[in-house]
């Protein structure tokens, strides 16, 4: 038949590739899991259009072999964390490089435009944000706050570290569970947060605050806007798993998009948690010289973007 003519070749070259990781040899785990994604999207059609049963019987031997490859018990420790963090996640990045530049684009792009307008006067500023809001980020930023940009009064950077990884993580969240409203919830969590973001920044650059909001925030902000732009292109993809289903039911599609979308989330939470780290126990210190501070920002802005785009390119392979 005409599906098995079409598909037949992937799924031979999957069993071949099933049988060499089952007698320990090395194989691409990248493509591994990709053709591994497309068995189960075919076995999930061949189910639901009734094809011959001896078809589905093939299809649902090849899913379970990969599976208890896949998800073998001994991947999970410290080797197979540290290939996560090296190969898988980076590539997974890199996979989704369209959908990454989308969010990136509606993330930054209302950040850069909102940071402008807020730098020229109060007006804008104040259309998004109240006058009572506004004086709060001033006093968080004052000259003589011991404890600056914490929003709350805590003498103890474990306590503020928990703080912060609860809003990291929410706005990350946010980021990527709106991404079931079609993809449209994602973009606008997005837009929303480059809007504030860059007012915030513009406002108290204006009132004379910047020397010390910009050492505060200059190194985590390599690791917090990464994963909140990560994080929504997550939740796009969800959403165009639901708007373009092509061939599938909407909840297939859905399920195959996940796959897709969860290796992004990692990268998103990996980032933000990093981000919370550095908040609490290093953008806070007054001792700090503000030079230091951006130093290690540059350099922490490298490593994210040597992370993204280089780690895990070559001929790395699983076991």
Known sequence: MRFEAEYGPVWDAFAEQVALARQGKPVD??????????????????????????????????????HQIIYRRQDYGLHRLGRLLRVDLPRAVRAEGRLVLVALALFGLPLLLSFLLALTGPDFALRLLDAGQLRRYESMYADGNSALGRLRNAGDDWYMFG???????????RCFGAGILAGVGSAFVLVYNGLLM?????????????????????THAAFELTGIVLAGAAGLRMGLGWLAPGRQTRLEALR????????LVYAAFFLLVVAAVFEAFWSSAA?????????????????????????GRGGTHAR
């Open 29 to 66: 785990g990248a493509l591994l899991a990709a053709r591994y994604r497309r068995v189960c999207e075919n076995l999930a059609l061949a189910q639901s259009r009734a094809y011959p049963i001896h078809l589905v019987a093939r299809l649902e031997a090849l899913a379970q072999d990969a």
């Open 163 to 173: 703080f912060y990884i609860f809003n990291n993580v929410g706005i990350g969240f």
């Open 198 to 218: 860059g007012a915030v920044a513009g406002h108290l650059t204006r009132v004379g605050l910047g020397h010390n909001f910009w050492p505060f925030v200059a």
């Open 256 to 263: 195959a998009a996940a796959l897709v979308a969860v290796p």
């Open 287 to 311: 001792w700090i010289a503000p030079a230091v501070k951006y130093g290690v920002a540059g350099l922490c802005w490298s490593l994210v973007l040597a992370w993204l785009l280089a780690m």
